[in-house]
């Protein structure tokens, strides 16, 4: 079953539901919005005009909004739905809108943002290329690209070698992630797209006695294989089981590396 990303203009509710659950969550974290400062302050100008690129139900818009306070903010999203959650959490916010689109085709006017983000959006694109051409045909000249994604081939909730447990975050793996690799990737694609001088900066995320977002993301991957029949339904819920028992037990370890990296437009 390939990432439902893919289609996620064609998700039922609930799915859309679980999937603006866990943005919530990883949004409220400490540990996310620590993240999130030290890649986007740097980023922060006068009068900044910001597009986000697959903006969802609008958890992470929030943050940008308080950290780089731009003069005026356009958030993107190829799901109508998602759309609409993002829309009445900003109802009444001055200078701040949602709108249908992807990162291929935002809709967004040429040369008119100053700063665009792709947050957790990359490793869920088909055409990256195509992503990175958007960019920089609705950025100005001496614009910034910022994408902060996973390097999801590196999530581990296993205790030891083979531990059954792993199998759930593979089913995340394989169920929700298009591409795993593309932060290893995205700096040579930022430069062939004629991006300058991409810089790349490690953000390491580990949960322990508190793993909620951890445990949104194997509910999802094992609910999507048990839907797809990779395994039955009990099944799927026994690793749910298991991961809440290890909680429970103050055993529970599960990490992701995350990776930001921003480009600028050539200025000429």
């Not at 793993?211 to 099944?235: F, K, N």
Request: hydrophobic residues 45%; aromatic residues 6%; negative net charge.
């Amino acid at each position: 079953m390939p990432d439902l990303y893919l289609s996620i203009k064609d998700q039922p509710e609930e799915v859309l539901n679980a999937i603006a659950t866990a943005m919530d969550i990883r949004a409220s974290e400490t540990t996310m919005q620590d993240i999130c400062r030290a890649y986007m302050a740097p980023l922060a100008q006068p009068d900044l005009e910001l597009v986000e690129v697959g903006c969802g139900n609008g958890a992470t818009s929030a943050l940008m909004l308080d950290i780089l306070k731009p003069k005026r903010f356009i958030g993107v999203d190829p799901s109508p739905g998602l759309i609409r959650r993002a829309q009445a959490r900003f109802d009444d916010w001055s200078g701040v809108s949602f709108q249908a689109g992807d990162a291929g085709h935002t809709g967004v006017e040429d040369a008119s943002a100053d700063l665009v983000i792709a947050h957790t959006v990359f490793s869920h694109l088909a055409n990256p290329q195509a992503a990175l051409s958007e960019a920089m045909r609705i950025l100005r000249p001496g614009g910034v690209l910022a994408v902060f994604d996973g390097d999801y081939a590196t999530n581990t909730v296993a205790l030891f070698e083979g531990d059954p447990l792993q199998s759930a975050m593979q089913a995340a793996q394989r169920h929700l992630i298009h591409d795993m690799y593309i932060m290893r990737r995205l700096p040579g694609l930022m430069s062939e797209s004629g991006f300058e001088t991409p810089r790349m900066q490690a953000h390491g995320y580990v949960q322990t006695t508190q793993p909620d977002y951890m445990i949104t993301v194997m509910e999802r991957g094992v609910d999507a294989a048990s839907r797809a029949g990779d395994c039955g339904e009990a099944l799927a819920k026994a690793f749910v089981e298991e991961a809440r028992r290890r909680v429970e037990q103050g055993s529970f370890y599960g990490a992701i590396l995350f990776a930001s990296i921003t480009a600028r437009k050539p200025a000429g």
